[in-house]
């Protein structure tokens, strides 16, 4: 049995003030780590704040992006060295919006990956078509090549411990849901992937999200789906209330 990831992705939204706010109010509220992991995701100037208060409870705190460099001269970055340095748990890498945005390659994202698991953080690699590439037929082959390239490279004890996150792009924020079946397809095919590359026990045990528009009222869903085992929210976990009802459902 796979245990169940909650992720909140704050992405660029609240103050500094409602962060610390957030995290004092769920971090003795979340589930025991025994049933569910519970991360948020926060603004990258809040983070050593919000790992101090969230010490030894069961919330963990992540970081939406890093470079994959130690260190150097890039302006503006923050290195995996860093984020260790501080404590982060997890980062989420690739996720659509810097791969559309801030044009960040499958390459990038492998280089990422290594360089979070080289300082023991724990990567969520997102993947995802556009509703172009879907009514193409296209979303299989977009999504497994973004897997492909994002896991080369790896042992299979690895790549167990990483977590996937099935985030079709037309599906964020807009208030879109990929039905739970059609998720799990998607999430099946990815294991497929990832046993092909890596065996069944690594594909058996490495853990799928889905995101996109996920929220109180269809998590329960599409976690009820055997390939789907969490969930990657953007909007429904900025406030407390709802957060706390995704993590109940895991
Ligand atoms: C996300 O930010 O990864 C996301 C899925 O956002 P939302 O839940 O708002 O669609």
Known sequence: MRKPIIAGNWKMYKSFDEAVEFVEAVREAV????KVDAVVCAPAIYLPTLVDIATETDLAIGAQNMHFEE????????????????????????????????????????KKVKAALAHGIVPIICC???????????????????????????????????????????????????????????????????????????????????????????????????????ALVGGASLQVESYLKLLEAG
């Open 128 to 230: 995802g078509e556009t509703l172009e590439e879907r009514e193409a037929g296209n979303t299989e082959a977009k999504v497994s090549g973004q897997i492909r390239a994002a896991l080369e490279g790896f042992s299979a004890d690895e790549v167990a411990h990483m977590v996937l996150a099935y985030e079709p792009i037309w599906a964020i924020g807009t208030g879109k849901t990929a039905t739970a079946d059609d998720a799990n397809q998607v999430c099946g095919a990815i294991r497929d992937v990832v046993k092909e590359l890596y065996g069944a026990e690594t594909a058996e045990a490495i853990r799928i999200q889905y995101g996109g528009s996920v929220k109180p009222e269809n998590i329960v869903e599409l976690l009820s789906k055997e390939h789907i085992d969490g």
């Open 71 to 110: 260190e150097g001269a890039f302006t503006g970055e923050i290195s995996p060295a860093q984020l260790a340095s501080i404590h982060v748990d997890y980062v989420i890498l690739g996720h659509s919006e810097r791969r559309e945005l801030f044009n960040e390659t499958d390459e990038a994202v492998n």
């Open 31 to 34: 589930p025991s780590e025994e």
